[in-house]
Structure formats: C-alpha cells, structure tokens
C-alpha cells in the first residue's frame, strides 16, 4: 500500500486505508492497513480487533492524538481524529455495522464495545 500510496493492496476488496500514527509510548511511526467505512464525508475506523477480548494498538496510540496521516485512493489526507461515545458511538457502530455485519459477531465474542474513531479530512498532505 506504501509504495502506490494507498492505490493497490492485496486484500479482498472492501475500502482500506493506510494509518499513519506515532507509537503512544514511542512516538515512532507507525503504519497500519484498516478497513474503513465511509459516512459521508467522514471515516468511520472501528477497533474490533477481530473479536478479541483486547482493544488493538492502534486504538491507545489514535487516542493520543489529535490528527493523523491517512494514505487512501492514491491520496494523502491529514484527518481530525474524535474517539465518539454514547449517541454518536452508537449510530457509527450500527452504520458499520450495515456496512460489515462481522463487527456485530467480533462484538459478541470480545464481549466489550468497540472503539469507534471518526476522522474527519482536513487537507491533502
């Protein structure tokens, strides 16, 4: 994803991104693909974990921070990041969900909600 700035994985296709977030204990960049959903002109990034009983990483080092670097479509965007709770949270999950029913499963079995991180795009870095 790195080397066509975000144009060409080798993933099924579903609308992927690339993370670009320093290390909440390191600062050292970090670099992660996540699937994302689209919600108008915001994107929605859920910290499912695949079901896990734990949060991923990547969610303590988003919440440390205020923006981000996204590599998305062949473009660099620099993003607000706002971690959403009560109302909010919910309805992201619920439109996540619609998008990609195995947050519903990956819910179930972690048996903890989900992180919901909504980044809004800023710029074109």
């Given at each position: ?57 990547w ?26 709770q009560g ?39």
């Open positions: 994803m790195r080397l066509t700035r975000g144009r060409v994985r080798l993933s099924f296709p579903i609308p992927m991104l690339l993370l670009e977030c320093p290390g909440r204990r390191s600062g050292i960049l970090r670099r992660t693909p996540l699937l994302y959903v689209a919600s108008g002109e915001h994107l929605l990034l859920v910290g499912s974990n695949a079901g896990q009983r734990t949060d991923p990483v969610c303590g080092n988003l919440a440390m921070v205020d923006e981000v670097d996204c590599l998305i479509g062949g473009r660099r965007l620099r993003c607000r990041v706002t971690r959403l109302p909010e949270h919910e309805q992201a999950l619920r439109s996540a969900a619609a998008f990609f029913p195995g947050y519903d499963a990956y819910s179930a079995r972690a048996g903890r909600e989900l992180p919901v991180f909504r980044l809004e795009p800023r710029e074109e870095s």
